[in-house]
Every structure is written in C-alpha cells, then in structure tokens.
C-alpha cells in the first residue's frame, strides 16, 4: 500500500492520508477531486453535481454473511448517464474506509428478489475487510427501486435498458467506477494491485455470475449464494406446487405441509450419522424417506394473521387472516409432498425442472386461505405469477388469474419461452468460463441444502455443467480436481434461503466467506473445508457429502456415488440443453 508516503492537497493544506481521520476526507469537494472521471470505455458521463458525501461513525452492523461488527465509513453517492441516451441516471453509492483500515481492495455487493442491491445491509462487508463498498440502483430511479417496477415502457413494449442493466451491465459499470474511485480516493498508483471482489446471493448470486460469464479479470473473487441461474425456470417454477395440487386434486392447508416436513426432518436427521436436528445428508433422505409413513399423524397450528409461518418470503405469501388448522396427515397430503419434492415432469415422463431436497420448506405448495369459500388455494401472486403476466405476457399486472389449463407442460413452453427472451441477459447460464479462470479469478458458491426459494440441486447442476463444459474430456475425479483450482462449492447442511434455517437451527451459515476468498484470490490459501457459524463447523467442498462416525464423535467429507447421482438432473424435457 502506498499511502503512507502519499500527500494530498485539500483546500490549502497538505495533509498525509493514512494518518488523518477520515472526517478529513469525507466531504463534497474532496469527493468531487477523486471522482472516477477518467475514460474507463463505460461510455459514460459522470455529473458532479449530483455528489454527496456523508460521514457513518459506530454504526453496529450484522448479518448472515458477515460477523457482528462496528463500522466506520464515509458514504460517496454520486450520478452518471449513458452516452447517447436521454433522461438516462444511474446511482451508485461507495462506503470508503477509514484510511488506516483501507487494505487495498474494492467490493461490489448485490440484490435479492428483484432488487439490484441489498440497501445497506449487505455492503458493510467491504468496510469488514477494508475496502470501498459499493451498490448501484440501476438506473431504475432511486435506490430502492425494484426492476420489475421499471421493466415495461408501456403494455408489451419491453424496457430494454432497463433489463440489461439489471441483467449484467450496472454491476460491471459499478466495478468498473468502484475500482477507479477507491484508486482516486486514497491516491493508489497504477503500479500497485487494487484486489476486487464480490458478494450478493440469490438474485445477487445470479449478478456475481453474470460478471463472470462475460467480464473475465473485473473480480479478483467471489462469493455468490444460491444463485438465481436459469431465471425463466426458475420463476415460472413457483407455480409448480399449484400445478400438481391441482392434477392431485387437494390443496393441503400449511399446517399440514409444515407437520410433513417436521416428519421429514426427524426421520433423516440420523441419516448423516449425528442426530443433531439438521438433515445433512438430504441425498440419502431422498434415496430412502417413504412420505406415506406421515399419514395419519396430527397436526396443529393456532390462527395467525397472514404471511408464511415464520416470516418466510412475504411476497410468495400475501397477508391476511388464517384460520386455526388442525387435522392429520392425509394420502392426498403426502401425496404432494411426494410429487413436489420430486419436481416437474411432462406428460412424456421427461424432467422438466429440480424442487427443494426433503427437509426444505414446501414454500412453493404452500396455499392461501380464501375467506369467501372457507378453502385453500393456490398462491398466485408470487414470482410466478408476475414471471408469466410481467414478463412474458408483457401486461401491467402481477398476479396470474389462475391454473385453468395450466399443465407441467405448460409450465415447460413458459419455461423455454423465457429462456430464449431473456437468454442474452438474465438466464445466466454460460457454462464456459475458462477467461475468467484463465485471469485468476476464484469463486466460492454457498447454497443452503434446505433452501425453499431456489433448489439446492440448481447449484449442483450448473457446477456439472461449468465441468463438463471445461474438462469434459477429463474423468469425472480428474475434472473436479480441474474445478478445484478455481471454482468450489459448498452445500450447508439445514441452511435456507441465504441464511440459517429456523427448522434446522444447528446447522448455522458461513459468515467469514468473503475473508476465506481474499485469503484464497491473494495469497493462496486453499478452503478445502469451508468454516461454518453453527453446531456444524466446517462445509465440504462438493462432491464430497458430510458423514459422522462413532454416534457423531467424528466427522468426515466422503465421496458417494449413489448419493451424488441423487443430486444429477437432466433436464431432458426440452429439445436445447439446459445449463
């Protein structure tokens, strides 16, 4: 790091950087003499006008990505349009470090649901490791501002920009100004490396991959959970639940589905060969759980008022009054819970997509309650919902009338409708990824095994695919050994959705990952176990699967090949491949 001997001019006084307070620095002028206003080929003009610069002192900070920690941070926002385009504004917002703490580094962070950034939840992980910080709205107004509020110009006109900034480009033209703006700020000279990483998972899982798949050396490394790849399956997914309550012909209440899944949970704990109340091993639970033997077992839950039991996705689950709920188990019941966890299949008995292991939430079979006829239905307001009336209908609504003549083959064109609209920006998929392996880069991908919101086995596949794609001539040892060197994944027993699991509390969430792809990207320390915040200390790096000995004394990574075969898809339902 040069700042030590680096002297700045700010109003008249000459004054040393690393050893001044960053109040010092933190203000309008200053920001406005560092901004990244050299020609980075974005096509860009930034406005200094639109610069404000605001000092954050003790801020407590937490979340599931990152420890506990108290923040320091100077807030640069400023504005910038495209060249060429009219009434065209995007923000973007850096947290700058103090200068003692700055190590060099730069971080992006990204979005969740339809959201390009996380607000400032996320983004103190920079500040945690000594880096600029930043998030962009997008273009899409201000920063709280979701895509899909920006997504049509009118009723079948698609907003275009708006869709490829969200798709990829905002995230590189943040990077790309982040990194400028972090060298300009604390005065790095181009002879020394400003290190650049990335975090966001689901939505913002999808943003880090698609900056890897077309912007090889823009990130140094990078942690994405549960990416939301695939996007058009992925959406229009959501509706599967309904879809096969309906050809079942029962619409169970929550109660029911949650009563089932506390069963499976109990019944494949032990399955890993330590009963701790975390369905490690949810491979072996789907080789061997048999959901008929939850018949007839009782169920209860008291009237609440409205959402998902336990807060889970608001938006999937709207609000309002629901009954008390109390019954046993039925056939019909388990009979969905079967169907679900098993995933769609078309009507020629070909896989069309991948469902939550067993132990998940049934998030996506979850029903609402209809008052008028006293009845549950199925939840259409969702993302699916909105995938297939927003986005491939081109109308200004959000909710899906119904699943009148709604098939799994259905389900399957809407699919392969959306993949091939959206392909080039928000499917995300490109499995060959060599220019970013061949620039260094690292990445470590984290998805929850019980994840409701985005299957587990959507990860597993699109790391086959990257393999086949790259080492396909290799064996399967031989090409994993290949992945290694740049490209690791780590399933965590029990976790959700970007996040520990209030079913499977033991089985916590990683919180220090960025820090372990620092130490990977510059000095070579290899995770071959991953650290975990919880009852469960360390992640096996995939394809290896946890395993106790001894009653849960010891523990292991192993290799199964029956139980790995339980993760492998091909969705052989369409007539392309899907990656």
């Keep these: 790091m040069v700042l030590a001997s680096t002297v700045l001019a700010l ?10 307070p960053l109040a010092e620095f933190c203000t309008v002028d200053y920001a406005k003499s560092v901004l990244p206003v050299q020609d980075l080929g974005l096509g860009i003009t930034v406005d200094p006008a639109s610069v404000s610069a605001a000092l954050t002192t003790d801020r407590s900070v937490s979340s599931a990505w990152f420890k506990t920690a108290v923040v320091e941070y100077c807030n640069v926002t400023f504005a910038y349009s495209h060249n060429g385009l009219a009434n065209d504004i995007v923000h973007v917002s850096y947290l700058v470090p103090p200068p003692d703490k700055f190590a060099n580094r730069y ?33 899409f107004g201000v920063f709280n501002t979701v895509y899909d509020k920006v997504f049509l110009l009118s009723p079948g006109n698609v907003n275009w920009q708006a869709t490829y900034m969200f798709g990829y480009q905002a995230h590189h033209e943040l990077a790309t100004l982040g990194k400028q703006l972090t060298r300009n700020f604390f ?33 140094d490394g990078l942690v994405t959970g549960a990416p939301a790849f695939r ?18 012909g029962y619409y169970p209440p929550p109660c029911e589905l949650q009563k089932i899944v506390n069963l ?50 608001i938006r999937q689950f709207p609000s309002g009054p629901i009954p008390e709920q109390k019954g046993t188990v039925t056939a019909e019941g388990a009979a969905v819970a079967a169907a679900f966890t098993e995933g769609l299949i078309d009507s020629k ?8 292991q067993p132990g998940s939430q049934l998030a996506d079979a ?39 003549g709604v098939t799994p083959d259905t389900l399957r064109d809407w699919m392969e409708q959306g993949m091939h609209k959206y392909y080039d920006s928000l499917q995300t998929t490109w499995p060959d990824i060599e220019p970013f392996k061949a620039a260094g880069g690292k990445v470590i991908l984290v998805h929850g095994e019980a994840d409701s919101a985005i299957p587990a086995a959507s990860s597993v596949h699109y790391y086959d695919a990257v393999r086949k794609a790259m080492f ?108």
């Design 187 to 219: 005065n790095v000279s181009n002879d020394d490396k400003i290190y650049s990483y990335y975090q966001g998972c689901s939505e913002g899982g999808r943003e880090g991959w698609s900056q890897i798949q077309r912007f090889a050396g823009q990130f």
């Design 107 to 139: 971080v992006s962070t990204g979005g969740g649901g339809l959201a390009i950034n996380s607000g400032g939840s996320l983004s103190p992980t920079g500040i945690i490791v000594g880096a600029v910080s930043g998030v962009t709205d997008g273009g």
């Design 11 to 20: 109003g008249g006084v000459l004054t040393t950087i690393e050893a001044a």
């Design 472 to 579: 396909g001539d290799l064996s399967y040892e031989d090409g994993v050994v290949a992945m290694d060197e740049f490209y690791r994944l780590y399933i965590v027993p029990g976790g959700s959705h970007c996040g520990s699991n209030r079913d499977q509390p033991a089985g916590g969430w990683p919180t220090t990952t960025l820090q372990t792809v620092i130490e990977w990207a510059e000095k070579g320390v290899v995770p071959d176990m991953l650290e975990n915040d919880g009852d469960i200390k360390s992640l096996c790096k995939w394809p290896l699967r946890p395993l106790w000995s001894d009653n849960g004394a010891n523990f292991d990574c192993v290799y199964d090949e029956r139980s790995a075969a339980a993760w492998d898809y091909t969705f052989d339902s369409f007539k392309v491949p899907v990656y």
């Design 231 to 248: 996007f058009s399956h992925l959406q229009t997914n959501h509706l599967s639940g309904g879809v096969i309550e309906k050809a079942i």
């Design 264 to 313: 499976t949970i109990a019944a494949c704990d032990g399955l890993d060969g330590k009963v701790d109340g975390v369905v490690a091993r949810s491979d072996l639970c789907k080789l061997t759980f048999d959901y008929n033997s939850t018949i007839g077992e009782e169920y209860y839950c008291p009237a609440y008022n409205g959402g998902f039991p336990g807060g889970l996705r």
């Design 349 to 356: 008995g070909k896989r069309i997509y991948v469902n939550p």
């Design 366 to 404: 979850t029903n609402q309650y209809n008052a008028e006829t006293n009845s549950w239905v199925p939840t259409l307001s969702g993302f699916g919902g909105q995938w297939i009336t927003k986005f491939l209908r081109l109308e200004e609504k959000d909710v899906l009338d119904d699943l009148e």
